[in-house]
């Protein structure tokens, strides 16, 4: 059984950090690909990192890009998402989603779509005010 979760939101005022970081509890770890989402009320899930456990191939989408950092400690099992200068837009609940990889670029051949991850884990909040 796949279990995610995600931990470590909380608030901070614009330029500060948070780190968030995804606990996993699938054997073969190495074998799945992680990925960052991110909800606002009202809008569409959307897909901000991911990293691959066994080559750390990592994508940022441009909205996080120089900002955000993914990474994955393989022997804990967990993918952390370090956020610097963080900024009032970045608020949201913040989700951890895994699948099997498939060794691929999967933002280009999959389109880092929601319903390409089959495990999710509760989501984390993250509030940055002005």
């Known amino acids: 059984e796949v279990q995610l979760q995600a931990y470590g939101g909380g608030s901070v005022q614009a330029g500060g950090s948070l780190r968030l970081s995804c606990a996993a509890s699938?054997?073969?770890?190495?074998?799945?690909?992680v990925a960052w989402f991110r909800q606002v009320p009202g809008e569409e899930r959307e897909g901000i990192s991911y990293?691959?456990?066994?080559?750390?191939?990592?994508y940022y989408a441009n909205s996080v890009k120089v900002r955000f950092t993914i990474s994955v400690d393989n022997a804990k099992k967990t993918v952390y998402l370090q956020m610097n200068s963080l900024k009032p837009e970045d608020t949201a609940i913040y989700y951890c989603?895994?699948?099997?990889?498939?060794?691929?670029?999967?933002?280009?051949?999959?389109?880092?779509?929601?319903?390409?991850?089959?495990?999710w884990g509760r989501g984390t909040q993250v509030t940055v005010s002005s």
């Open positions: 989603a895994a699948d099997l990889y498939d060794g691929t670029d999967w933002h280009l051949s999959r389109g880092f779509r929601p319903n390409d991850f089959g495990y």
């Open positions: 699938m054997f073969h770890f190495d074998d799945y690909i």
């Open positions: 990293i691959s456990n066994s080559d750390s191939k990592t």
